[in-house]
Nanobody, 126 residues
Framework: SDLVESGGGLVQPGGSLRLSCAAT????????IAWFRQSPGKEREGVSC????????YYGDSVKGRFTASKDRSKSTAYLQMNSLKPEDAATYYC????????????????????WGQGTQVTVSS
């Protein structure tokens, strides 16, 4: 079934938000979970990915050092902790599943991810 994102909102530059991505059952045990974002007029962009095979976490260059992705298997929920937010982080954030994280930053692989949710809107403005 589709994933459900939540936790978006309005935050001032420099502020923080934590997004959640609710899955079902043991989905996160078997699939890699990635976060993406898209703002109007732009392509969907890979933000982070947790690999199901070894638990490694990968980040896009624009969020490294500011965002932290994690997951709680007992709650079947993934999280994206976003700190030091900038106006350019404003977008609709989505989570999605795939077998691997390889190439999650490239459009061809992004299109292979599945179970997209409706997204959660993040606005960064003073």
């Amino acid at each position: 079934s589709d994933l459900v994102e939540s936790g978006g909102g309005l935050v001032q530059p420099g502020g923080s938000l934590r997004l959640s991505c609710a899955a079902t059952g043991d989905t996160l045990d078997y699939f890699s979970i990635a976060w993406f974002r898209q703002s109007p007029g732009k392509e969907r962009e890979g933000v982070s990915c947790i690999d199901a095979t070894d638990g490694k976490v990968y980040y896009g260059d624009s969020v490294k050092g500011r965002f932290t992705a994690s997951k709680d298997r007992s709650k079947s929920t993934a999280y994206l902790q976003m700190n030091s937010l900038k106006p350019e982080d404003a977008a609709t954030y989505y989570c999605a599943l795939h077998y691997y994280c390889d190439g999650f930053l490239t459009p061809d692989v992004i299109s292979q991810f599945e179970n997209w949710g409706q997204g959660t809107q993040v606005t960064v403005s003073s």
